[in-house]
């Protein structure tokens, strides 16, 4: 089986997306190609990562436009939405469309929900099957948004199968309105060949006056949805049981 992966996140750019949809298209090496876009300028060496995979990538300039953007908000997002349909996105749909044709995959998966929604139609129209890759942040994300209208939600509601995350990622779909019995949860695992527990560093137990105590630790950029508050929230419940411990 062939698969055909199109995200506007991929290596060689750096984050926690990237990193899920490059471990994923490892597995299946030969199975899957991908079709995303080239970075920008701050992000070289591309090239060279593509020539490495066991895959085949195919790249195109942008699946948004930056035009507006130094204008303020609202206007900037109204005015890259138009760009953005008018332009960005056809030329785009059309590049999809000839990787479609020349490769033929067997089904497509459409992972950055917000950058890649719209690539359904041309696979639907050729009769390929369509799944999402689902994160939660692209959920919640759909409530805040109203620039792209409902094509996110429909395209969700449309797709074949969509995957989730998380159990918190698949409620989110069943209450935008995702039939149960088309989503399948797929945790985001981790490569333990590489993430071992280690010796602790003493000159890290020092600066932090960490000795002796039981460590929590978020490794997050700081946003409402990744739940520090929570955890900060539950520390006094914590530390009546766990008087050592420190976040």
């Known amino acids: 089986m062939k ?38 300028g701050n992000v070289p060496g591309w090239h060279v990562h593509d020539m490495a995979q066991p895959y085949t990538v195919h790249r195109i300039k942008r699946f948004t436009s930056s035009t507006g953007s130094s204008l303020p908000k609202p206007l900037s997002s109204l ?20 990787v479609l044709d020349a490769d033929r995959p067997h089904v497509v ?16 129209k050729r009769k390929i099957p369509v799944v999402f890759y689902i994160h939660g942040e692209e959920v919640c994300s759909i409530r805040r948004s109203r620039l792209d209208g409902d094509g996110p939600k429909n395209a969700l509601l449309h797709a074949d199968a969509v995957i989730a995350v998380s159990r918190f990622t698949r ?14 949860i797929i945790n985001n695992g981790v490569d333990v060949r590489r993430f071992q527990p280690g010796p602790k560093d003493p000159l890290l137990i020092s600066q932090y006056g960490l000795y002796g105590k039981r460590v929590l630790m978020t490794l997050a950029r700081l946003d409402e949805l990744k739940g520090h508050h929570r955890v900060l929230g539950a520390l006094p419940s914590i530390l009546s049981t766990i008087p050592n411990a420190v976040y």
Do not use: M
């Not at 992966?5 to 190609?33: D, E, M, T």
């Not at 998966?109 to 639907?124: E, I, R, S």
């Not at 409620?171 to 399948?184: F, M, Y």
């Open 79 to 98: 005015v890259r939405l138009a760009h953005d349909r008018l332009f960005t996105r056809p030329r785009a749909s059309a590049e999809f469309s000839r």
């Open 3 to 40: 698969i055909l992966l199109a995200s506007s996140q991929f290596p060689p750019l750096i984050g926690g997306v990237p990193s899920v949809y490059a471990n994923l298209c490892q597995q299946l090496g030969p199975k899957v190609v991908v079709f995303t876009q080239r970075p920008n």
């Open 171 to 184: 409620d989110a779909l069943i209450t935008l309105g995702v039939e149960q019995s088309r989503i399948r």
């Open 109 to 124: 998966c459409l992972g950055t929900l917000h950058t890649t929604y719209w690539l359904a139609a041309p696979a639907h």
